[in-house]
Each structure stands twice: as C-alpha cells, then as structure tokens.
T-cell receptor, first 112, second 113 residues
Framework: EAQVTQNPRYLITVTGKKLTVTCSQN?????MSWYRQDPGLGLRQIYY???????DKGDVPEGYKVSRKEKRNFPLILESPSPNQTSLYFC???????????FGPGTRLTVT | KQEVTQIPAALSVPEGENLVLNCSFT??????LQWFRQDPGKGLTSLLL?????REQTSGRLNASLDKSSGRSTLYIAASQPGDSATYLC????????????FGTGTSLTVIP
C-alpha cells in the first residue's frame, strides 16, 4: 500500500531535549516536505526536499533541521525544542511528475 | 507572499443539501490548486487537483472550480451525507516558488442526519 508514515504519532517532551520525528514514504517520490498545523494559522511549510541531499527552507524553518540522506526518509529534527513548537506536524511526499501531495497521519508534539 | 483564505470557517447543513465551500488566494500566478479533506486525528486526503489551465474538476459528488484571474476556487458537494463531515482545506502551488505550497485555514463541515 502506498503510504507516508510518521513516528512517533504522539510525543510529549521538555524544553531543550533534542528530538527527531521520522518520515518515510514507499512511493519512490522525489519531493518531500514538512508542515506544522496550528489553530487559526493553517498548515505552514517548514522545510522541503526535492531529492536526496537537496533541501530548502519553507515559511517557518526557524528551530528545525532536516536531512535527506535516503530518498525514502526525511526526518525532522528539533535540536532544542521550545513550547512554541507545540503543534501538529505533517510529512508529505510527491513524485516529480505528479501534482498530488500525499500526507502522513501527523505527529502531535507537546513541549512543556 | 501568497495568502489563502477560506470562508466560512465552519458550516453546518442538514443531510441531502448541496453546498459550496470557498477558497480565495491573493496572487493569481499559481501552478495548481488542490482540495483536501482532513478528518480529526488524521492526515490530509487529496480530493481534487485543478491545474492552472483548467476551469474545473469532478469526482463523484464533488466538483471544484477555479477562476484564476479573480483568485477564487469553489468546492461544490452535492447531496451531502453525514460521512462528509470533516475539515476541507485548499492549497495553492505558486508558479514562481513551485515547491512551496500555501494552505488555507480550512472550513469545518458538519452534515446533520
């Protein structure tokens, strides 16, 4: 089954404790992206990657890092999480010639 | 920077009614526009995608239209059902920064049996 998976689905952590949210897709898609969703603000793009070793900032990259060492994986790294990063995070992928984005189920992160 | 607005934020209709959801965007230079459905606690499911050269797309009871010059899109749902209850989001992909996507804040739809 074609899908985008994220782990963990729920995470509660404390300020400053480094964490990684993993994202994996099995569709051989070139393009992957991370979004955060906040009430009243909608989904905002954090980072995106057009292929292995190619990443670029979205609208709200501050406080986040990403890497794309393998085509199928695109982890989101929070080196020193802060409470304002409490949010619902989505990973998405899209093929080079496809116009549709496929989304993962989301990761709900709470930073206390 | 592209801004996407969806009005109303919430909508409640009786079962069987036809309804229209609205999406507006500030910059008409778009590559495409996509409508999504989001169920509570779940990810986004793609419903319809309209290329900038197209005027509308249809899938079952759903019809999406695009008026690029006026910066508007509508999602028409015919004969609504309780299972249609969800949040509906639109997203635009600009021509210039083609790998960035801009989302509206969504319309929360409740279909009352």
């Amino acid at each position: 089954e074609a899908q985008v998976t994220q782990n963990p689905r729920y995470l509660i952590t404390v300020t400053g404790k480094k964490l990684t949210v993993t994202c994996s897709q099995n569709m051989n898609h070139e393009y992957m992206s991370w979004y955060r969703q906040d009430p009243g603000l909608g989904l905002r793009q954090i980072y995106y990657s057009m292929n292995v070793e190619v990443t670029d900032k979205g609208d709200v990259p501050e406080g986040y890092k990403v890497s794309r060492k393998e085509k199928r994986n695109f982890p989101l790294i929070l080196e020193s999480p802060s409470p304002n990063q409490t949010s619902l995070y989505f990973c998405a992928s899209r093929g080079y010639r496809s116009h549709e984005q496929y989304f993962g189920p989301g990761t709900r992160l709470t930073v206390t | 920077k592209q801004e996407v607005t969806q009005i109303p934020a919430a909508l409640s209709v009786p079962e069987g009614e036809n309804l229209v959801l609205n999406c507006s965007f500030t910059d008409s230079a778009i590559y495409n526009l996509q409508w999504f459905r989001q169920d509570p606690g779940k990810g986004l499911t793609s419903l319809l995608l309209i290329q900038s050269s197209q005027r509308e797309q249809t899938s079952g009871r759903l019809n999406a239209s695009l008026d690029k010059s006026s910066g508007r899109s509508t999602l028409y749902i015919a004969a609504s059902q309780p299972g249609d209850s969800a949040t509906y989001l639109c997203a635009v992909r600009p021509e210039v920064s083609g790998n960035q996507f801009y989302f509206g804040t969504g319309t929360s739809l409740t279909v009352i049996p």
